[in-house]
């Protein structure tokens, strides 16, 4: 906005130039004053000063000095009218009151404005001999630098009052709820003409009433309306020196200073008036009802020079009507809503001062009904704020004129139109493609549409287990909200958005779908000849049917690998499946279990490669022979030892030389590959090839399990085929038995926690299971019938294995012998628990022991009997027989 400059006396122009380095810095204006009382009175009514704008010739005025009654220093209040900087007032317009009077105390001063007055001024001078005679000499005598006192004063009150109503707002804000400063600082500056550094607003809550409140007297932007108010009665070259020299760099206050300048005026102004007698120091203006607290920049002097105290009361001029407007003219608002703010702009003041007063909504609806509802502006929701409770019951109709209305001063004043609407029921939409596009586990954005959201309360959404939920909202546009859907915590299914007008009894429905999170589709994968394909992408487990031209598919089995899925298709109709020829291009609707459709095109790939299994040999190591196992199914392979198999060519019906076998266990936990470059591929012919497998180099020692495998030829993978089951064996050592049946045998040797279960009995009738993790070198075990012991193998227990091992027989010992003779002449039935009984030969724990020592050499100690290795002392860990 392009500042007013004004035109400068002939006094205060000489001395600018050397007033602009001794003001560079203006004393603040934060001493305390006296207090004036002030009333106005035209045509009958009264008001206070602080509602009165501008004064009209005829205007009583009523000024009384709020004096303490302690005042030791008797002040003498004159009252001087101006009419211009060219033409001296008569002695007439100077009315004094002695303030140390009784009178003067109790009544103040009656005075009556006079035709032709511009400007008032009131002074507070010490009583002196010649007081009233030098005041009214030094202004008659300048009477434009006083007009122009008159003036800056004004101004600066102006926009004191502007920059008072910004800092206490601020600062209330910062002491109560710091987040709203973000929302609320910029409808502080549009209101009163402030300038908001948006930087400020980007900092923490906590730091940003400080950066808002910095450099406080250079925040206040040129105001028109102000200025029009004090410079009614002025002309003259926008070329001010003192002006133009407060908006230097130097003085630091940028281009919008204008308090600063007014400042930098008054200070220069006053400067100039400086006697060897006399001192004046201005006085600014603070408003509140009939009483004017005045604040000054300098201390008063009771000495030589005494100091005289100058005051500007509100200009004689024609009134100066606020040009307020609202914000948008085209918006509609809610003639329901409990606090309607009318946003408007344009006339600071309306908000700073108290000069617009009794304001008011007239509302006019149908059938020539009108209603009057009170309004206050606040400069914090940045307009009129009208209380609506006085509508009660009163129907307007849907359609409502408002009419803002008021006073400025003493004069009628009539504000800016709105347009208003009650609540009605409306057609509430989703934008085209938000509806579908609901994901629960997360905040969602979507916009709603209807004829007119003025209306809107509340929001909520009614979750599928029927918990409601406060939304989020805010208005983007007169027909549009934008709503935050909270859905982090929800569950898929069927919502309700219930939308609460103010003066509607009820909400209304809004239906919604929510939706778990679309899977990514990524391909679809089928060769000539399959019946089924593989489908890539994420969150598959909600796929529920795939339709590729027809041909319906259904998923199988579903894996996942590095956050991606590939869930199996399989075709309900596999004859119609494998017809599809090779390069065919099919358009796939993929349906998931919600009911959304997602669309995918696919090729149709050539046929995989497939080879069939011809035989397989194992080649046992030295340790596999050694574990005293015999594996009975022919595709159990022992870890460490070698499979050679070999595969004929089936599509492509011969080998090159870029074929791969794959080798993986079931769940793909390990895998190998060979090939012709690494040796584990070998061509008979182009028809046959051999290849062999070390599990134990290819796999590690934790590996087990089935084992599949699958031709790769040119990258193109074939179906995996079953190949051989990889278990891990124990070392199954002695098998020592005492010479008592009933009495449990110990087993020793290695990796035992190989072992599932043993039984003497081939269909594991009464197994005696070993525990996970089993740490121990030693089992007990039934004592074995015909010298058969039966092994089931962890990594395959579906598999029944002999375990090859010579009973090494006990003598009994005497105590034995006599217990048995007597048991046996007693005809007790045979026991059919394996648990050690104590009078068992061994102590009771064998789960501890250490490994058993090795056999000795043929021949070494014969005709020794065998002794059991120094067994433990704790039976803690030992598996008890299962009955």
Not at 35 to 48: A, C, S, Y
Not at 55 to 71: E, Y
Not at 732 to 737: D, S
């Amino acid at each position: 906005m392009a500042l007013r400059l004004r035109s400068l006396p002939l006094i205060a122009l000489v001395i600018a130039s050397s007033a602009v380095a001794a003001y560079a810095d203006p004393a603040p204006f934060d001493l305390v004053g006296p207090t004036l009382e002030v009333k106005v009175t035209r045509g009958g009514k009264t008001l206070p000063v602080s509602e009165v704008p501008n004064l009209s010739p005829g205007d009583r005025l009523a000024i009384k000095a709020d004096l303490p009654p302690t005042q030791s220093a008797p002040y003498l209040m004159v009252v001087a009218f101006l009419r211009g900087s060219t033409n001296p007032p008569p002695p007439s317009w100077f009315h004094r009151c002695n303030t140390w009077t009784r009178r003067c105390a109790e009544q103040g001063i009656n005075v009556r404005v006079p035709p032709d007055a511009e400007q008032v001024l009131v002074f507070l001078a010490p009583k002196t001999g010649g007081d009233f005679r030098t005041l009214v000499g030094a202004v008659r005598g300048l009477p434009g630098s006083f007009v122009r006192a008159s003036q800056d004063l004004n101004q600066a009150t102006l926009d004191r009052s502007r920059l008072e109503s910004y800092l206490a707002s601020i600062r209330a804000l910062n002491d109560s709820d710091p987040s709203k400063l973000k929302a609320v600082a910029p409808l502080l500056g549009r209101s009163l003409a402030i300038q908001v550094d948006q930087k400020c607003l980007e900092k923490i809550p906590e730091l940003q009433a400080p950066c808002l409140m910095e450099g406080q007297d250079s925040l206040i932007l040129n105001d028109g309306h102000s200025t029009s108010i004090v410079e009614a009665l002025t002309s003259g070259p926008a070329t001010d020196l003192a002006m133009e020299a407060s908006y230097t760099p130097q003085l630091r206050y940028g281009y919008y200073s204008p308090y600063v300048a007014s400042v930098l005026d008054i200070a220069r102004i006053m400067a100039s008036f400086d006697t060897a007698q006399y001192r004046y120091i201005p006085a600014l203006a603070t408003q509140q009802g009939d009483r004017i607290a005045l604040s000054l920049n300098a201390p008063p002097s009771f000495h030589d020079p005494l100091s005289v105290l100058v005051a500007a009361l509100p200009a004689v001029e024609q009134p100066q009507l606020p040009p307020l407007h609202a914000v948008d003219p085209k918006e509609i608002y809610c003639a329901r809503r409990t606090s309607l703010v009318l946003p408007v702009e344009g006339a600071p003041l309306v908000f700073s001062t108290r000069y617009a007063h009794d304001m008011r909504l007239t509302l006019s609806g149908e059938g020539g009904r009108s209603i009057e509802l009170p309004a206050e502006a606040d400069a914090e929701q940045g307009g009129f704020v009208v209380n609506t409770a006085a509508l009660g019951a009163a129907s307007l109709g849907d359609s409502i004129h408002g009419s803002l209305e008021g006073y400025w001063g003493f004069e009628r004043y009539d504000g800016p139109d709105f347009q208003l609407m009650n609540a009605h029921t409306e057609a509430w939409q989703l934008d085209a493609g938000e509806g579908g596009a609901l994901i629960v586990g997360r905040q969602d954005t979507v916009h709603l549409r209807a004829a007119s959201i003025s209306c809107v309360d509340t929001i909520m959404l009614r979750d599928p287990a029927g918990k409601e939920l406060k939304v989020q909202w805010k208005t983007v546009k007169p027909d549009e909200v934008e709503l935050d859907l909270p859905l982090k915590q929800v569950q898929p299914g069927s919502m309700t958005l219930l939308v609460k007008q103010y003066g509607a009894s009820k909400p209304e429905p809004v239906p919604l779908q929510a939706f778990s999170e679309a899977g990514h589709l990524g391909s679809f994968t089928i060769y000539s000849g399959d019946s089924e394909g593989v489908l890539k992408g994420t969150r598959l487990d909600e796929v529920a049917s795939l339709d590729m031209d027809g041909i319906e598919f259904v998923p199988g089995s579903l894996s996942t690998s590095l956050a991606t899925d590939e869930l199996s298709m399989v075709a309900r109709d596999p004859k119609a499946a494998a017809a599809l020829k090779q390069g065919a291009s099919a358009n796939l609707r993929v349906t998931l279990k919600d009911g959304r459709v997602l669309r995918l095109q696919s090729v149709v790939g050539a046929p995989r490669p497939s080879v069939a299994l011809i035989g397989k040999s194992v080649e046992p190591s030295r340790s596999s022979s050694d574990s005293n196992i015999e594996l009975e199914n022919q595709d159990e392979l022992p870890q460490d030892a070698a499979l050679t198999f070999s595969v004929r060519a089936q599509s492509p019906p011969t080998f090159g030389h870029d074929e791969q076998i794959d080798v993986a266990t079931a769940d793909d936990s390990f895998s190998a590959t060979l090939s012709l470059s690494n040796g584990g591929i070998t061509l008979e012919n182009s028809q046959v090839a051999v290849a062999t497998l070390d599990p134990q180099k290819a796999f590690g020692s934790s590996a087990f399990g089935p084992l599949k495998f699958r031709i790769v030829v040119g990258g193109v993978t074939g179906a995996w085929q079953p190949l051989a089951t990889l278990v891990r064996l124990p070392q199954l050592r002695t098998l020592t038995c005492p010479a008592t049946p009933e009495l449990a045998c110990k087993l020793s040797g290695s990796d035992l926690f190989l072992v599932d279960a043993l039984s003497t009995d081939p269909k594991f009738g009464h197994p005696v299971e070993v525990p996970d993790g089993f740490p121990g070198y030693a089992l007990p075990v039934p004592h074995p019938i015909g010298g058969q012991l039966y092994v089931r193998l962890r990594d395959d227990p579906s598999v029944i294995n002999l375990a090859a091992l010579d009973v090494r027989q006990l003598p009994p010992s005497p105590q034995e012998a006599a217990r048995a003779a007597v048991r046996h002449a007693a005809a007790q039935p045979e026991s059919e628990s394996f648990d050690i009984p104590a009078e068992s030969p061994y102590p009771p724990d064998l789960s501890n022991e250490g490994p058993p020592a090795p056999a000795a050499p043929a021949g070494h100690g014969a005709g020794k009997s065998a002794q059991p290795a120094e067994p433990p002392s704790s039976a803690a860990a030992l598996p008890p027989a299962r009955h």
